[in-house]
């Protein structure tokens, strides 16, 4: 089974909830990265305007170019859920390596602005998910534009989309996600 990512871009207000809640779930101070990213994207003008946000944290892909790019093994993915993981006592660092950044066409591997950072990344809380619960940022969001379950249900519920503005599939990697685009 493949676990994937669901975003509902109609319902999102870009309030940030999803992002906060991780940062606090995971004991990250300020100066921390984010494990997954929001973005505005404004378009048309005065007196139509419109704004949508991306949501994008790692998207589980099943095929993920940070793993290829490993030159240690520090990357994997596992068998039972889909979930691509990093052994963060394999990796070389930010300073002596950061391969897995270049390599993910959506920039998810991030790394702590200190020196020789090992790789973070977003692993759909996989400590909540062995308890039965959902990820902090699927809770956290009052819009409940947000869901992590198995890929072949979520894109039986909400279709086949897995593009909308501010995302491009991928076709080399095909991340698991399902959108719902505005």
């Known amino acids: 089974m493949q676990l994937g990512f669901f975003f509902d871009q109609f319902r999102c207000s870009g309030c940030e909830a999803c992002m906060l809640a991780c940062r606090q779930w995971h004991g990250e101070d300020d100066n921390a990265v984010d494990l997954l990213s929001v973005s ?47 052994d963060r006592e394999k990796c ?17 591997p991030r790394f702590r602005d200190e020196a020789d950072a090992k790789m973070v990344k977003c692993d759909f809380c996989e400590d ?38 501010g995302f491009a599939y991928d076709r080399a990697v095909r991340p698991s996600v399902v959108l719902r685009p505005k």
């Open 92 to 108: 070389l660092g930010k300073d002596a390596c950061g391969e897995c950044q270049t390599a993910c066409p959506y920039d998810v």
């Open 40 to 86: 505005e994207m404004e378009f048309g003008r005065f007196p139509l305007p419109t704004v949508k946000w991306m949501v994008v944290p790692c998207l589980q892909c099943a095929e993920p170019a940070c793993q290829a790019a490993c030159p240690t093994g520090a990357i994997s993915k596992n068998p039972e859920n889909g979930i691509v993981a990093v």
């Open 128 to 165: 909540r998910l062995k308890e039965g619960k959902k990820p902090l940022c699927v809770i956290a969001c009052p819009m409940r534009a947000l869901d992590i379950g198995p890929l072949d249900e979520l894109l039986s519920k909400a279709g086949y989309v897995q593009e909308a503005d």
